[in-house]
């Protein structure tokens, strides 16, 4: 009923940029927030940053002051700009969202796919 779908990952140097875009459709009646984890070869799966629908924002401590979360209310959709990257922001990205849907009153997680970024030294 519904679904994420993330996009703009990809192979990138050190230091360089990637900005990733996650849409959410489908059977929605309100978001509450959407974020961004991230999951590397052997690791758990990790909190990058997180925005709500007012626009309070949390990152993890490893990414702040180089990636910025932002979100458009009116399209569904949440970003991810990464700035300054390093080999170890290599990882599988993964957008959330904490979505009521029509016709019921609980909020639910919901997960996208997943979009490979990979930092090269």
């Known amino acids: 009923q519904v679904q994420l779908v993330e996009s703009g990952g990809g192979l990138v140097q050190a230091g360089g940029s990637l900005r990733l875009s996650c849409v959410a459709s489908?059977?929605?009646?309100?978001?509450?927030?959407m974020g961004w984890y991230r999951q590397a070869p052997g690791n758990k799966r990790e909190l990058v940053a997180t925005i709500t629908s007012g626009g309070n924002t949390n990152y993890a401590d490893s990414v702040k002051g180089r990636f910025t979360i932002s979100g458009d209310n009116a399209k569904n959709t949440v970003y991810l700009l990464m700035n300054s990257l390093k080999p170890e922001d290599t990882a599988v990205y993964y957008c959330?969202?904490?979505?009521?849907?029509?016709?019921?009153?609980?909020?639910?997680?919901?997960w996208g796919s997943g979009t490979q970024v990979t930092v090269s030294s």
């Open positions: 959330t969202a904490r979505i009521r849907i029509h016709f019921n009153f609980n909020l639910n997680d919901y």
């Open positions: 489908g059977s929605i009646a309100t978001i509450n927030s």
